[in-house]
């Protein structure tokens, strides 16, 4: 398998195990080496006392994609400390669109960037993620 | 109304609709001026792929808890950046517990610590959110 | 003036009056609406006990990338809340780029990314800043 | 040796090589284990373009507090990620007091608190950072 089908092996072996993602609604669009997509549209359950969503699911969005990156070389990774910034409001019905991208990885750790859009591609939130590996693999290679 | 009785108020209010904190399964036990106390079951829609709570719900619910506080003064306030480090795992059927105290109020802006532990009261992840007060109240007050 | 004038102009303002930034050693070597681009050699005195640049000196460096972009529009701006993940140690004799770059900017809040690189062009370390405008113009203008 | 004696002699060892800490001026004032307490006085050479004290020295005195901190169990550690609350301004002259404190310790991987005070206790700057140990330790121990 070469990078691009390892991938999107550590993707379908992550996705189908992830019940947090499923269960929130969220779609992995894109996913290649050290980069992934997702979107989620922001439902009724998700909104805040302010009648936007609340930061939790934004930040579960982005979170997810970062995870998805971050575990993209078939190697097992866990979030350590993420951060998140909050832009734009989000609102009931919007699609929202959390893109991934590797900053760093130097041994067992990764830094990544998440930026969600809504559909105008409006930043609403900029997450930064840090990522450690564990041992495991998502799918054993012969080597 | 005293200020304990406003920041019982205040979350009256906030909690009436609240769907976010509501949909996922959380209660708030405890708010006084400038701390809330929330709890929340990690349920099986909320496992990762890891088969541990999604770092997105352990937020949702530390950021619910900074919610709480940092509104518990009557003056509308939302979230402008939050930072999350995980320590532990947290498991299916684990009861959270997350203490969310006020570190600083200065003019519009807040600091808030959010303590997230498991039922044997190991720390769980540790939060830090920053507040900005938006013009308007929870509960209106003669004056 | 246009806005890179308004820039340089700013920058002038600021430099003229930034001990911190001449002290150690720093030099302003580009500077644009939205962006600055530093540069500062590690020498001895900035050497921690593992004989690398102290933490302190690398986010002294970025944080003056951060202040010299927020500044760039001729409005005053201050930082609220930064943060900074070290990927590779700095050694002494080692001239550090640190280019700081605008993520957004919205009414008086904005966020900035600086990356600090040695001369090899490797990551030194990856920077976070927001920041607040205040009152106050670097230069008057005529309106 | 009892933990508090390697605490000491741990700091003794670190700073005797710390030459950023001894050149802008610092002093350890107190270590235990998983805590430390430094003091800095803000000069002139420290102060930006607003007249109050660089960011990057309130942060190199906080990062300081914590690299005595997280290296008090004589085990060698290095940060990883910090992050910094602005929360008031110091001014030329003032004593600052940073303060330590462990959050949590797990395996490889700590979290310390810090809070920079003026000299009146108010609150400067309010700082997190994540360390993790390196292979060696400051004092070599008979076992």
């Not at 959390?98 to 130097?106: G, H, I, M, Q, V």
């Amino acid at each position: 398998m070469d990078t691009q089908q390892l991938a999107e092996a550590s993707r379908d072996a992550m996705w189908a195990e992830d019940r947090a993602s499923q269960s929130t609604g969220q779609t992995v669009v894109d996913v290649a080496p050290g980069t992934a997509t997702l979107t989620m549209t922001v439902t009724a359950t998700m909104l805040n006392g302010h009648h936007t969503c609340h930061g939790g699911f934004l930040f579960t969005l982005a979170d997810s994609a970062f995870a998805f990156a971050c575990n993209s070389h078939n190697q097992k990774a866990v979030a350590q400390h993420c951060s998140i910034t909050y832009l734009k409001p989000a609102f009931e019905g919007e699609l929202l669109t959390a893109t991934a991208t590797e900053c760093d990885l130097s041994g067992r750790s990764g830094l990544y960037d998440v930026a969600v859009r809504n559909p105008k591609g409006e930043l609403v939130a900029q997450f930064r993620g840090h990522s450690r590996t564990i041992p495991g693999q998502h799918v054993e290679i012969d080597t």
